[in-house]
């Protein structure tokens, strides 16, 4: 079920108390978000008259003709007393987010949000790997959309990773196709939470590993590692060699 906003309205006085105290009288609209910030808004712009974020409590009480917010977080106090309450309602709310497709469970809206995807309807949710973009690709064993991240080549896989994982995409590519340079041996692909990177085949006496970018394998360099183009730009995976690119010829 999706959260709730709760929302009251009315004629009220609001007074904060912490690094600085004033009052303020009007028709005024108080919403408290279901991390209980709370935020006093009037007919003025889209800044709140007075608002306090995440604060450690909140408590709301209505004698049926008004009603009165208390919000504390530590020394600082916000409280609005209704002198007259003109609406008090608890209505649902959801991440907003850039919509990406449709959940084949409920065929609720997904949407893209803080570097996840989820549902609106049922509120399911998947991470992202760091530098995914969602496709207009659809999985054919489960009907999530598809995504596509760069871990030496472009991979599209299923959004959900438990559908088509990306470590046994990764693996299948780029499983000892380089050698260490330290000791020769083969480098495997090895995954942790957050990140795949390529670790020697020879550990723990041989401790050397590579994180493997969001970027893509164009180039062989002089050490024996791969170059990757990323965002940043190119270089060997190993970040202390000093990678120049191949000169051309004219």
Do not use: N
Not at 103 to 129: F, I, Q
Not at 150 to 162: K, T, V, W
């Amino acid at each position: 079920m999706p959260e709730r906003l709760r929302v009251f309205a009315g004629d009220c006085r609001v007074t904060e108390r912490g690094d600085r105290s004033r009052t303020h009288r009007g028709r005024v609209v108080v919403l408290i978000k279901p991390d209980d910030t709370t935020l006093v808004h009037d007919a003025d712009g889209y800044q709140p008259v007075a608002w306090l974020t995440r604060p450690d409590s909140v408590v709301v009480e209505s004698d049926g003709d008004g009603f009165s917010v208390t919000a504390r977080d530590g020394t600082r106090r916000l409280r609005v007393v209704a002198e007259e309450a003109t609406a008090g309602r608890a209505l649902p709310i959801t991440e907003a987010g850039l919509p990406v497709g449709t959940c084949p469970e409920d065929g609720g809206v997904l949407v893209r949000s803080r570097g996840d995807v989820v549902c609106l309807d049922c509120e399911t949710r998947w991470g992202l790997p760091a530098g995914a973009s969602v496709t207009d690709g659809v999985c054919d064993d489960c009907g999530l959309p598809k995504i596509r991240v760069e871990r030496g080549e472009p991979f599209h896989l299923c959004l959900d990773p438990a559908c088509d994982p990306m470590e046994a995409a990764v693996s299948d590519r780029f499983d000892r196709v380089w050698d260490c340079p330290d000791c020769g041996g083969d480098l495997t692909v090895e995954f942790a939470p957050g990140r795949v990177y390529l670790a020697c085949e020879h550990r723990p006496e041989c401790e050397t590993t590579f994180s493997i970018p969001s970027g893509v394998v164009v180039d062989d360099c002089d050490c024996g590692l791969p170059v990757f183009e990323t965002a940043a730009g190119r270089g060997c995976l190993d970040g202390s060699c000093e990678y120049e690119g191949h000169a051309t010829s004219e």
